[in-house]
């Protein structure tokens, strides 16, 4: 039986990350109007949601800034200009991947800037680029979390040692990501029960970025919220690359601390996620992702499949079984 | 840690049910034609699915035959014209619900029927119109489950009575349905705990039903199998009434028995459900199916307002709040 499984009280250390700007960025190369995050801002102000991820602080020699939209980059200024002074609860969060981010230029310090918390996103052949750039970020001044990729076929050795090589960093929270969509329940127990002996060990948090190949993604999140794990990444309407993440609206139903709202996140949805989808961005469970998810495969095939807009899913089984 | 929980063993008593025109039937009112029907049972004999519901057995005094589909009343006749003597290891379903059946003449004795399995589906006030019909289903030579609906705002102590009531019966299987979809793993594991305590006092198996209202249909179906329940129901493409059910597909991917395979599952759901779902079926998750899971309500609101193509989501939220 979970902490949390009364479903009835609940615990005040959880904390909500939006991330539609940044995982839904990737699937409409983050081209948001300003009135569609300005809302979401607004939304998540309301919902009590805890952090929002405005997209990446991604280098501009590696990408084009005129090849994707300004949340690729988030400039201070272009967040500065839908926070304002950011007088609210809610705390304002970028991505910087290790090997495509100028971390030490485009991040300046904190006292400067309306972000406070840069989240690091690694694989686990680059945990000592992550650690430089979880250094720079905590030395000026700000929140840092980890994001370990694409765990689900790794080593159980590598990944005990990457957490023990986090711990020993100025990181605040390491992640557990399901990039493959591949993982079941009982796999995010045992893997909440290796975070949560280096979280404990080293006195960090741990949280949780799920996708949805399975339909998995809300489940896999609550799953890990009885096993301890505190920051729960999710997405209105689940937008996400490829079968998209744990939709927020499902979450804010399950969480009962009174501070959560699910009507903003619904009032947002009927004016904006719906309009979008419409609009013929596309993302959301389909076969392409479930059969990814469950071979632990890169969706990159899928997200062609899709792209494509192919309909032969029994041929599309054949060649990615042929990956294997 | 579930008993399944390894993901590389299996358990051989668990069964797979197919509801796909059963659930999915109250979705088109079982105007399937006879080539998805046929081919549905080819995929599900392919699959290696154990059981297949081939829709209800309605009273043709209370339900008008030129209203439905043949499937609404699942004539004898009609099922042998798809499965022949069904030399195959797949068995064959039907449901009856308490009070809508005219079971002392609509079901004949086993050896002259094509049906192997019949699922009486009753609420708790009407157990004992439950026990008659499965005793009658008994004496004829049917094996039998028993399907109690909408427990989910029902006393616990009530529950208990029924199972125990149940367990004295000659049914064989004892079902788990989340008709609301409103309940969480942690619930449904709690609930196989009573319903597992009865089944090991009076020699029965435990199975289950979920919808996708909070998109666990899936991972309650897993969570259940961990907790030792054997008799798992989905459909293709999730099809079922509002929000769907467990996806065969999901399921299958999941289990690892061997005699399962997903390859006939995916062609089929290419054949026929992608063209079904463009012709206009409306089925499957969406934020009004959410909201009345969440507030553990009947989806009958949901599903009439996804039939008048409303797309005033926050609008309906206020409705069916007030409806508490």
């Given amino acids: 039986m979970k902490n949390i499984a009364d479903l009835m009280n609940y615990r ?32 998540n102000v309301k919902a009590g949601v805890d952090y929002m ?35 609210t609860d809610l705390k304002i969060a970028v991505m910087a991947d290790v090997g495509r981010c100028d971390y030490k230029n485009d991040i300046i310090s904190r006292e400067d800037s309306p972000i406070d918390l840069i989240r690091v996103a690694t694989y686990l052949n680059t945990i000592p680029g992550a650690i430089d750039m979880i ?3 905590a030395n000026k001044g700000y929140e ?26 100025p990181v605040d929270v390491f992640y557990i990501v399901d990039s493959f ?26 949280g949780i970025h799920a996708h949805n190949n399975q339909q998995l993604a809300f489940a896999n999140t609550i799953e890990a919220v009885g096993d301890g794990v505190d920051w729960l990444d999710a997405t209105y309407s689940q937008m996400g690359r490829g079968a998209g993440n744990c ?11 009174p501070k959560y709202n699910i009507y903003p996140v619904i009032q947002f949805i009927e004016k904006h996620m719906v309009p979008l989808k419409k609009s013929g961005v596309v993302w959301g469970y389909d076969l392409q992702y479930l059969m990814t998810g469950l071979l632990n495969q890169h969706p990159r095939t899928a997200i062609q499949f899709t792209k494509e807009g192919r309909e ?13």
């Fill in 181 to 206: 969509g591949s993982l079941y329940p009982e796999q995010i127990e045992r893997l909440a029960g290796i975070y949560m002996e280096f979280a404990t060990k080293y006195n960090k948090k741990v």
């Fill in 312 to 324: 032969d899913y029994s041929e599309f089984y054949k060649e990615v079984m042929a990956h294997e």
């Fill in 135 to 137: 250094e720079d970020a």
């Fill in 12 to 43: 005040e250390s959880v904390k909500v990350i939006d991330a539609t700007l940044r995982d839904g960025g990737l699937v409409n190369d983050f081209y948001f109007t300003d009135e569609f995050v300005r809302d979401l801002y607004m939304a």
């Fill in 53 to 87: 991820e405005f997209g990446y602080k991604a280098s501009k020699e590696l990408f084009d800034v005129n090849k994707f939209g300004k949340w690729k980059f988030c400039n201070d200024d272009d967040i500065r200009k839908i926070v304002g002074d950011n007088n």
């Fill in 247 to 257: 939709a927020m609206e499902t979450l804010l139903g399950f969480l009962r601390n």
């Fill in 144 to 169: 840092v979390s980890c994001n370990i990729m694409a765990i689900s076929n790794s080593q159980e050795a590598d990944l005990r040692t990457a957490l023990d090589m986090l711990g020993q960093s």
